[in-house]
């Protein structure tokens, strides 16, 4: 048992290290497509897709039980809320409200809702709309027409005296995507990996017998000798 354990690994190995070998002879074939591709990649982030711009504007919110003191209950309230002030940022009727002040009438609920990303850093009233868009003046006007009216419908759903503003939006000067580095890498690297699923998908699908180490592996069958073959036609 233990021999045939032996014999298991063994041969795994030779698997293995004939794999390794195949891959290593068509290095060549690897690194050119690998480099074919992220230049592919290359070519379409940096001069093809049109880039995008983040613009971002920030909010301070906090409810006051007592318009002269601010308490601890205050506090620890208005961090427990800011996910519900998130919800409300985003809901249909602040987005609509903004494509009608910034006469955006053939873009949808959903096209807005697909720009608009609302972050709420942990222990903080501060709550971070960051919108994404190609043209960054666009992106600045529907980040701050957002809070404005997320600020009206915050302090009417909640009840809150005033929303804060923390930071205006700023106007984006350099692109948030698409990365060329990150491009570059994933197209490089799916490139290669095609390749080598090729390189041993053909390896495990091809059962021919090319030398003598075949036989003894695949056959079990010890060979005697071989002959050559005669490419070179006789003269006569």
């Known amino acids: 048992m233990v021999e045939t354990n032996n014999n298991q690994s063994e041969e795994l190995e030779i698997d293995l290290r004939e794999i390794f070998l195949l891959l290593l002879s068509k290095l060549w ?19 093809l897709i049109k880039p995008s711009y983040d613009s971002t504007t920030k909010i301070y919110i906090l409810n006051r039980q007592d318009e002269n003191t601010l308490t601890y209950s205050d506090v620890q309230l208005g961090t427990q809320l800011t996910k519900d002030y998130a919800q409300l940022i985003t809901g ?47 992106a600045m006007n529907i980040a701050n027409s957002i809070r404005e009216n997320a600020a009206v419908h915050i302090k ?39 390749v080598i699923a090729v390189i041993l998908l053909i390896y495990f699908l091809d059962d021919t017998i090319k030398t003598s180490d075949d036989v003894e592996k695949y056959l079990g069958l010890s060979t ?13």
């Open 92 to 138: 249909r009727l602040v987005l609509e409200k903004v494509i009608e002040e910034l006469g955006l009438s053939g873009m949808a609920y959903e096209d807005m809702l697909g720009k608009v990303s609302v972050a709420t850093p942990t222990d903080t009233r501060i709550l971070s709309i960051t919108v994404s868009d190609r043209d960054p003046v666009l």
């Open 29 to 47: 074939l690897i690194i050119l497509v690998g480099i074919l591709t992220a230049s592919i990649a290359f070519g379409l982030s940096a001069f």
């Open 224 to 236: 005697l000798a071989l002959i050559p073959s005669n490419t070179q036609s006789k003269k006569k």
């Open 156 to 194: 009417n759903v909640m009840d809150i005296e005033a929303v804060n503003v923390a930071e205006t939006a700023n106007l984006p000067t350099q692109k948030a995507g698409p990365s060329v580095a990150k491009w570059v890498l994933a197209g490089g690297s799916l490139g290669a990996l095609l």
